[in-house]
């Protein structure tokens, strides 16, 4: 009884004052978690008449490397496996599963547009299709962020990035993924030239600022090259290998460059 007065909770007089319910100690919920992600980074540049989409190869799930050769770039509307015919490029990253099951998806409904209509899908309308259908899933996104790539009917190269419910807007570059936040500012500073001044032209505020320029295709893949070499030296979920898809009016050409493997 003397107990009970001078503890705090006299229903617990007999033991130790928890903060949650002794009963429930032995109840566990199960729950299922259908996402994952498995690393690395993608991203995509467009110019005058090309868009260079490139990926590293490495999967992984958390510490573990799952796979060194894990592309992460595909060709769409292609003929076959190998891609022959295709004229357009999505990236994904994020959760591969779901990056391939929609990378299949959009590679069906392009082919079976071609066999309807007997031409190719424009990139404009592509990518309005792309939001479609990720904007069908919102309610169990595809984990994934995208990128959609080509050349559009004037001839110049188009660029498209996506969030996970199917927004999404025309861009010159753009970085996705695990390392896409140190991939980003470069390409900021490279392919916009942002916080770039003209030299001599002031001081303080009264700099004048760089304008963009569209780059040269060789310039650009080795401004692609730079910013995987640097996101491989910081970011544990980037490496091994670099795939480059670079599209152009003659079709779309393949190259693929090694990255470090630790």
């Known amino acids: 009884m003397a107990a009970s007065m001078f503890n705090p909770n006299p229903i617990l007089a007999s033991g130790p004052s928890y903060s949650f319910s002794q009963a429930a100690a032995g109840v566990k919920e199960h729950s299922f978690y259908p996402y994952t992600d498995n690393g690395g980074s993608t991203l ?8 260079i ?11 573990n490397i799952n796979s ?9 509307g292609g003929d076959d496996e190998t891609g022959e015919g295709a004229h357009m490029v999505l990236s994904v990253v ?23 209509h007997g ?22 996104p595809y984990y994934v962020h995208a990128l959609l790539g080509g050349i559009d009917e004037e001839g110049k190269g188009s660029l498209y990035s996506y969030d996970p419910v199917g927004s999404y807007e025309r861009e010159s570059c753009r970085a996705a993924g695990a390392a896409a936040s140190l991939i980003m500012p470069f390409l900021d ?6 916080n770039q001044y003209v030299p001599g032209s002031g001081e303080g505020h009264e ?28 970011h544990i979920e980037v ?24």
Request: glycine share 6%.
């Open 68 to 76: 060194r050769y894990a592309p992460k770039v595909f060709k769409i």
């Open 119 to 140: 031409k190719n899908m424009s990139v404009k309308a592509c990518a309005q299709r792309l939001s479609t259908i990720l904007y069908q899933k919102r309610f169990f």
């Open 207 to 234: 700099l004048e600022a760089r304008k963009a320029e569209l780059l040269p295709k060789d310039e650009v893949v080795k401004i692609v090259r730079d910013a995987f070499t640097s996101a491989t030296e910081r």
């Open 189 to 194: 500073n490279q392919v916009k030239n942002n």
């Open 239 to 262: 490496g091994d290998g670099l795939q480059m898809l670079v599209a152009t009016r003659d079709g779309i050409e393949e190259v693929y460059y090694p990255l470090k493997k630790d």
């Open 44 to 51: 995509g540049i467009s110019g005058t008449d090309f868009t």
């Open 53 to 63: 989409m490139a990926g590293d190869t490495r999967s992984t799930s958390g510490y």
């Open 94 to 116: 994020g959760f591969a599963a779901d990056g391939r099951a929609l990378k299949e998806r959009l590679d069906a409904i392009v082919k079976m547009y071609r066999y309807q």
